[in-house]
């Protein structure tokens, strides 16, 4: 039954106090224990406390849910299912997912750390969108007749691949999945997740769901597991025709690697970035433009793979930006208790996590950047895994602090002189998923967007968008694109026709 949202910490401890976690792999449309009858500890980062033992699932784990989906896909029982069919049961779980929005929630916040507030009125909607958007989807993919000699007919379909091995992030645990089994799924594929380790349980409970609104077995099989074992077997593994993958880039080219050594498979990466911000002396309002930036880096503790952790600032503005940056920082970004409503911070997914984003920080420090503001954890929660907001500044290009990934609340400044200086600033990088330009000149908003490499670029503000807007990067940050219609043709191939008259 649906669960009715608190509207206090006192109320959100007493529901999470009485919730049952499904830890069970999901195959076949059954819950199941691993194999090897092992399984893993999730903690709950806030506490350190054990939260739940999923089954953990290994390669033996993997050949049961893809000769499952394989199965289903063989059998037609949701490919050839007529697309309004298919369409309806797309109608329901976004109904359930929706009536069962405190419940999932719930376990993001209690997973991976996430701001109560932040996991009921920002992931779980967009999920819920998400599944909306792609099930109207189903029945507008259209093939062509192409112009051909008189004597010829010439069609071009399109048909799904197969069955799919979704691996998905534990930033955004529901969110991450759910852009890739949606657009699989309507497609016509069969599917095999693995959700990350860290955060598997909202994932398991919306397979639940779905053959809740009527999915057949088979079509959406999860396994949880270690990428060293469930993710390398997936990708080896020779009937699963592609994998989806959101997370580091080093992971990311491992699995390039196993898609070779086995059948070729297509491999699509979402993996990371270090996006720029610019400010550009003539942005119109700096309250709101140093508003958006704070929220473009510490929105979910800076665990967010386009989060704007460069800050490239010109120097007319320097000091302006960074006494509006610290003193908005302190009355924005507050740690706390995740479960409490109030809460706008909350702690890294998980220790090792946290000590990692801490070393990065001495680094910076070390090699001489300036630490403006935090750069520690928070003496007043030892307990959790926080990482209080931190600013860096009197960066040179080649800090690492700078360059490199940290995903954690932590913002470079650096300043530049003029337009061609940001450009070159912000495309040295490895990465490209995002950027931002805040300015007041048309003229120079086009052609900063035109020479800024990177897959999707705001004007005048970061992280706005809907599902129309295809997300991905250039260079390392990966080679696809979530949400839009083009990331479903990616889950479908091209079939042409040739019909001879003669």
């Known amino acids: 039954m649906p669960i009715e949202a608190p509207i206090d910490l006192a109320g959100w ?26 399984s893993f500890a999730v903690i709950n980062p806030a506490n350190g406390k054990l939260l739940a033992e999923p089954a953990r699932g290994g390669a033996a784990d993997i050949d049961r849910a893809v000769a499952s989906a394989r199965a289903a896909w063989d059998d037609g029982r ?9 369409m309806d049961i797309f109608r329901r779980w976004a109904d359930l997912v929706e009536g069962h929005r405190a419940e999932l929630a719930l376990l993001e916040t209690l997973s991976m750390g ?15 969108v998400t599944i909306r958007y792609f099930g109207e989807c189903i029945d507008k993919v259209a093939g062509a007749a192409t112009s051909s ?31 890739k089994i949606a657009p699989a799924l309507a497609a016509g594929n069969c599917v095999v997740l693995k959700p990350a380790e860290q955060a598997p349980l ?16 088979g079509v959406f099989n999860v396994v949880n597991g270690p990428g060293a074992d469930a993710g390398r077997a997936r990708a080896l593994h020779p009937d699963v025709a592609k994998i989806s993958f959101t997370g580091s880039t080093a992971t990311g080219k491992q699995l390039m690697i196993y898609a070779g050594e086995s059948n070729l498979k297509r491999v699509a990466l979402e993996t990371g ?29 800076g665990q967010v793979c386009n989060a704007g952790s460069r800050l490239l600032v010109h120097r007319d503005l320097r000091d302006a930006f960074i006494e509006r940056f610290v003193a908005r920082t302190a009355e924005l970004y507050r740690p706390g208790d ?27 420090r070390a090699d001489g950047a300036t630490v403006a503001l935090g750069g520690s954890d928070d003496a007043a929660r030892p307990d959790g895994a926080y990482v209080v907001p931190t600013l860096l500044t009197d ?17 470079s400044l650096f300043t530049f002189t003029d337009e061609v200086e940001a450009i070159t600033l912000a495309n040295d990088s490895i990465y490209g998923l995002a950027a931002s330009v805040w300015t007041s000149d048309l003229n120079r908003a086009h052609r900063m967007v035109k020479a800024l490499e990177a897959g999707v670029v705001w004007v005048n503000c970061f992280g706005d968008g809907d599902m129309t807007q295809p997300f991905g990067g250039y260079k390392q940050s990966g080679n696809t694109r979530d949400k839009s219609m083009e990331c479903l043709a990616g889950y479908m191939q091209s079939k042409s026709a040739w019909f001879s008259l003669d």
């Not at 909202?202 to 809740?212: D, G, I, P, V």
């Not at 109030?342 to 997914?349: D, I, K, R």
Request: proline residues 9%.
């Open 395 to 411: 960066l040179t290009p080649t800090m690492a602090v700078g360059r490199e990934e940290i995903f954690g609340p932590v913002a």
């Open 202 to 217: 909202s994932c398991l409970r919306l397979a639940q769901l779905f053959l809740e609104a009527g999915g057949p077995p």
């Open 273 to 301: 970035g270090k996006s720029p911000q610019i400010f550009m002396p003539d942005l119109a309002d700096l309250d709101s433009a140093v508003d958006r930036a704070i929220m473009g880096i510490f929105d979910n503790a």
């Open 114 to 128: 996430k701001p109560i507030t932040d996991a009921l009125t920002i992931d779980l909607p967009e999920v819920v």
């Open 78 to 86: 949701w490919r050839h299912m007529a697309p309004r069919l298919r």
């Open 338 to 364: 995740p479960l409490d409503p109030a809460t706008s911070l909350g702690p890294m997914v998980t220790r090792a996590h946290q000590r990692q984003v801490l070393d990065r920080v001495a680094q910076g």
């Open 149 to 179: 000699p008189h004597n010829a007919v010439h069609m071009v379909s399109r048909e799904p691949l197969g069955v799919v091995g979704a691996i998905s992030a534990w930033n955004y645990p529901l969110l991450m999945a759910t852009w």
């Open 13 to 38: 401890q007493a529901l999470a106090a009485t919730l049952r976690f499904e830890t069970g792999l999901l195959i076949d449309g059954h819950a199941t224990l691993a194999q090897s009858g092992e």
